[in-house]
T-cell receptor, first 113, second 116 residues
Framework: EDQVTQSPEALRLQEGESSSLNCSYTVSGLRGLFWYRQDPGKGPEFLFTLYSAGEEKEKERLKATLTKKESFLHITAPKPEDSATYLCAVQARSGGGADGLTFGKGTHLIIQP | NAGVMQNPRHLVRRRGQEARLRCSPMKGHSHVYWYRQLPEEGLKFMVYLQKENIIDESGMPKERFSAEFPKEGPSILRIQQVVRGDSAAYFC??????????????FGPGTRLTVL
C-alpha cells in the first residue's frame, strides 16, 4: 500500500526564516511526486511535479527536491503570504496509466511578520 | 474561467436524502478524479473517470456512492441516503489524460457537504 508521511505537522517561522518541509514516501513504482498548497476553505493549488530522484524544481521562494525515499520543500526567506498547508502526494505507476494520488496529511505552515 | 469548476460550493442535506455534486474539468482535460477530505484527515482518493468510463473506483465506499462522467456535461458524484459521517469536503481534479506530457491533476474549489 502506498504511504506518504509529512513532517512536521505544523511549523511556525518568523518572516525571512528559511526552513524545509519533509515528505517521506513508499510507493510501488513512482510515477510522480506532487506538491500542492492549500489555503483554508479552498482546493489544493498545484506547485510542483517531480518524476525522478535528483530532480529539483524552483518557483519564487520555493524549491522542491526528490530522492528515492523522500522529497523536501525548501522555503527561502518566507513571507506571511506563504502561510498555508503544504500537501505532498505520490502517484504510482500502473499498467493502465495515471492513478489517483495518495496524499500525506500536510504541514501547516505559519509565517509570522 | 479556465479552471476546474465545482458546484454547489456548499450543500446541506438531512440524513437519508441524496446529494449530487458536480464537476466540470479544465478545458482540454478528459480525466476526472474525485477526492474526499474529512476533518483532520488528508485527502483520500475515491474514483477516477474518463468520458463514459470508470477507470478506477477502488477508493469508493461500496454502498450509496456512485460516480459518472457522461459524454456531455459535468461529472457527477452521487451519494444516496446520506449519513452524518458523509459530512466532508469533496474535491474534483482533472488532468489532460493519456498521451499528455504531464499527469498533473488540477483541483477545483470543492463542495462542502454538511449532513444534519
Amino acid at each position: 500500500e502506498d504511504q506518504v508521511t509529512q513532517s512536521p505537522e505544523a511549523l511556525r517561522l518568523q518572516e525571512g526564516e528559511s526552513s524545509s518541509l519533509n515528505c517521506s514516501y513508499t510507493v510501488s513504482g513512482l510515477r510522480g511526486l506532487f506538491w500542492y498548497r492549500q489555503d483554508p476553505g479552498k482546493g489544493p493549488e498545484f506547485l510542483f511535479t517531480l518524476y525522478s530522484a535528483g530532480e529539483e524544481k524552483e518557483k519564487e521562494r520555493l524549491k522542491a527536491t526528490l530522492t528515492k525515499k523522500e522529497s523536501f520543500l525548501h522555503i527561502t526567506a518566507p513571507k506571511p503570504e506563504d502561510s498555508a498547508t503544504y500537501l505532498c502526494a505520490v502517484q504510482a505507476r500502473s499498467g493502465g496509466g495515471a492513478d489517483g494520488l495518495t496524499f500525506g496529511k500536510g504541514t501547516h505552515l505559519i509565517i509570522q511578520p | 474561467n479556465a479552471g476546474v469548476m465545482q458546484n454547489p460550493r456548499h450543500l446541506v442535506r438531512r440524513r437519508g436524502q441524496e446529494a449530487r455534486l458536480r464537476c466540470s474539468p479544465m478545458k482540454g482535460h478528459s480525466h476526472v478524479y474525485w477526492y474526499r477530505q474529512l476533518p483532520e484527515e488528508g485527502l483520500k482518493f475515491m474514483v477516477y473517470l474518463q468520458k463514459e468510463n470508470i477507470i478506477d473506483e477502488s477508493g469508493m465506499p461500496k454502498e450509496r456512492f456512485s460516480a459518472e462522467f457522461p459524454k456531455e456535461g459535468p461529472s457527477i458524484l452521487r451519494i444516496q441516503q446520506v449519513v452524518r459521517g458523509d459530512s466532508a469536503a469533496y474535491f474534483c481534479a482533472s488532468s489532460p489524460g493519456w498521451g499528455s506530457s504531464t499527469d498533473t491533476q488540477y483541483f477545483g474549489p470543492g463542495t462542502r457537504l454538511t449532513v444534519l
